[in-house]
């Protein structure tokens, strides 16, 4: 069986839960005030940015170094017979390109 408790006991456990209630308001209010979920939300999103640019980053470097090494022989030396139409066609998209400038002009 449990004690009785005394008068004093019954207030000093109900001023304790008041206190533990008005912390837990307080909180919910922390949480809930609009600058609060705008800063979370602007967090979240620049994860998702940061984590988003990581990943094309990496991508952007693994095409690199695949294009770099598809117009290099194994010792390092050139491989002409690629190079040349790779320069081709960028020569040609920067010739569409400017006389498409020219032309909106």
């Known amino acids: 069986m449990s004690e009785a408790r005394t008068p004093a006991q019954i207030e000093a456990d109900i001023v ?22 705008i800063g979370d939300a602007k967090a979240r999103a ?18 690199v170094t695949d294009l770099r090494n598809g117009l290099r022989h194994d010792d390092g030396a050139p491989r002409v017979e690629r190079i040349v139409p790779v320069a081709l066609v960028a020569v040609g998209v920067a ?11």
Do not use: C, F, Y
């Not at 304790?16 to 979920?37: C, S």
């Not at 010739?95 to 002009?105: D, N, T």
């Open 16 to 37: 304790r839960r008041r206190e533990q209630l008005a912390d837990t308001l307080d909180e919910i209010g922390v949480r809930m005030h609009p600058k609060t979920i």
């Open 46 to 63: 620049v994860g998702i940015v940061d984590h988003t640019a990581g990943r094309a980053v990496v991508a952007v470097n693994r095409l």
């Open 95 to 105: 010739g569409l390109l400017v006389l498409s400038a020219r032309r909106r002009r």
